[in-house]
């Protein structure tokens, strides 16, 4: 099937590269040049594992090609959306310019029963809204959220846990959807649950999942703070509360909490919609889950400052870690670089190191100091921080062998990704968020 798919961030790309994959033929459209120009040469212009090589055997195959010309698309019938809804920058709600001018550029080209298929995360009643314009050419609107997790986003997207297809209730509607499953025609194959439901339950389902997802990592880092005034260890907890299937244990990893481009700006958007239509007090938590997640990053620094003995200033910190998670170079709204920024704040030499993410960091901080390889950057520190819980730190890196570079044996786990025994084993004077 010929597919365009509009904005090649961080979803496009990898979108555009895995329908290539999958056999389709595929153009991707962005108004980036350099993004566009490292795409056609098979270069990911972020770190996504795997995603170089579909990238790369997709343009050999000539399935997949990238370019800055929207009337490209007019070749294609099915036309996927992918661009970016940040958060506003005066406020809390999603930034929807992207979304429209996507869609203005697009209509020219659309004919009719094209589909074009929303994939950005956007405020309820977003997709009602854009719908009059692309029924004007005849084409279908229909939204099909993206659940892809960064650092798996290539194995996300061909083997997604779920499709959901939100469609208007026209005969076109169920054509588009009907089209759609032969698009995802090898997770359908394998019995992928594919929902198709109406346009406001698709846009709700995703910012439903995001807040989810946040809350319940909110809620182990509430569980951390009570644990550090009882003394109890918030890990054990999580392990104990975990094996309850109807609970499980997977985002209950306490610590310096929730970053990156999706939850905090997608919690943040989602209550303000809320109170857009009446129902803010439905989603007030959501408040609540963000501040217990930014007060985790406080904590982590006065963990540091209160093992320096309150003396930070022209110490040395060593801050392993910048991506807002491991497998992934992004740092938008990183925890572990707001944390090395506040250290540096209050006068703390701060040394950040970083497998894929110092580039991006150092373009956005340029007040830390910025060291790739890891041991150096361990050299002579009075205190370290892991912040991203990458492999390169929590199973690669033996607590001897940090001993023999730091000045003072002092580890802040940010992560609880470390063995404390082993590291206090070792001379360590080691520190946890929500444990003894
Ligand atoms: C998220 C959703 O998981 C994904 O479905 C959606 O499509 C986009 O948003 P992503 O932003 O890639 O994906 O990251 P995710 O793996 O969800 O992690 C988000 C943040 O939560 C990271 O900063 C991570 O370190 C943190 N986290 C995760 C915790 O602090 N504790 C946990 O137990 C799990």
Known sequence: MKLSVIGCGYLGAVHAAAMASIGHDVVGIDVDVRKIEALQQGHAPFY???LPEILQQGIASGRLRFTTDMSEAADATV???????????????????????????????????????????????????????????????????????EGWAVQDTIHPDRIVVGIPPTEAGTRASNILREVFHTATANDTPFIVTDLATSELVKVAANAFLATKISFINAMAEIAEVTGADVTQLADAIGHDDRIGRRFLGAGIGFGGGCLPKDIRAFAARAEELGRGESVAFLREVDEINVRRRDRAVQLVVGALGRQVYNKRVTVLGAAFKPHSDDIRDSPALDVAVRLRGLGALVTVTDPAALA??????????????????????DAVIVVTEWDEYRRNLTPEHAASLVNQRIIVDGRNCLDPSAWRAAGWSYYGMGRP
Do not use: C, M
């Open 48 to 50: 996504e594992p795997g």
């Open 79 to 149: 036309h996927f959306v992918g661009v970016g809804t940040p958060q506003q920058r005066d406020g809390d709600a999603a930034d929807l310019t992207y979304v429209n001018a996507a869609i203005d550029d697009l209509l020219p080209f659309l004919k009719p029963d094209d589909i074009v298929v929303g994939k950005s995360t956007v405020p309820v009643g977003t997709a009602a809204q854009l719908t009059p314009r692309v029924d004007a050419v005849g084409a279908t609107l229909v939204w099909n959220p993206e659940f892809l997790r």
């Open 360 to 381: 991006n960091a150092q373009a956005q901080h340029p007040q830390l100091t910025y060291v790739h390889d890891r041991d150096a950057a361990l050299q002579g520190a």
